[in-house]
T-cell receptor, first 113, second 117 residues
Framework: DAKTTQPPSMDCAEGRAANLPCNHSTISGNEYVYWYRQIHSQGPQYIIHGLKNNETNEMASLIITEDRKSSTLILPHATLRDTAVYYCIVRLYSGGSNYKLTFGKGTLLTVNP | GAVVSQHPSWVICKSGTSVKIECRSLDFQATTMFWYRQFPKQSLMLMATSNEGSKATYEQGVEKDKFLINHASLTLSTLTVTSAHPEDSSFYIC?????????????FGSGTRLTVV
């Protein structure tokens, strides 16, 4: 199974870009990378996902290296409300047409005023 | 779109009783639903995957007779914690997969905090 490695915590100044790294060196060619975040005592919130190409949406950008062994989530202008645990997940095939998201420990991002 | 409703948001029950948690996809039909458990200061742990009309697939180490999962329709899955004990106290979160061929997303509910006393 592909595993992900993230720093346990990071700090970012409000208004600055937050760059959250993730290593997934054992990822397979058809496995997607998903990013979610979880604010205390809430369900995870979807941020973005990608396979090979860089992706951007209204929340963030996802940069995936050419060898797909790592990726970076970028929050372009972090706000205090972006303080959360951010999870980088490799979606795993579980048989038939089924896939599953298995969470690692994530990165606690603290945005400071 | 893609909203998942989980009910109740919190519940307190006595040791030895059973508790049912509901997970509904409000505006889409979920091909697959998932149940997670999260202990304080820990990550989410996948308990089981359920497809409508078939038996759930449990992750290793999860007791299927204790955590009963029913997925009777494309919009509803339930998790029943049977004979609950204090060590079952946790945050339970469901997720539903929306797969249309063009879109493949996983939406999470807001979670249920279970306290067994």
């Amino acid at each position: 199974d592909a595993k992900t490695t993230q720093p346990p915590s990071m700090d970012c100044a409000e208004g600055r870009a937050a760059n959250l790294p993730c290593n997934h060196s054992t990822i397979s060619g058809n496995e997607y990378v998903y990013w979610y975040r979880q604010i205390h005592s809430q369900g995870p919130q979807y941020i973005i996902h990608g396979l090979k190409n860089n992706e951007t949406n209204e929340m963030a950008s996802l940069i995936i290296t050419e060898d797909r062994k790592s990726s970076t989530l970028i929050l372009p202008h972090a706000t205090l409300r972006d303080t959360a645990v951010y999870y980088c997940i490799v979606r795993l095939y579980s048989g038939g047409s089924n896939y599953k998201l298995t969470f690692g420990k994530g990165t606690l991002l603290t945005v400071n005023p | 779109g893609a909203v998942v409703s989980q009910h109740p948001s919190w519940v307190i029950c006595k040791s030895g009783t059973s508790v049912k948690i509901e997970c509904r996809s409000l505006d889409f039909q979920a091909t697959t639903m998932f149940w997670y458990r999260q202990f304080p200061k820990q990550s989410l742990m996948l308990m089981a995957t359920s497809n409508e009309g078939s038996k759930a697939t449990y992750e290793q180490g999860v007791e299927k007779d204790k955590f009963l999962i029913n997925h009777a329709s494309l919009t509803l899955s339930t998790l029943t914690v049977t004979s609950a004990h204090p060590e079952d106290s946790s945050f339970y979160i469901c997720s539903a997969r929306l797969w249309t061929g063009e879109r493949d997303g996983y939406t999470f509910g807001s979670g249920t905090r279970l306290t067994v006393v």
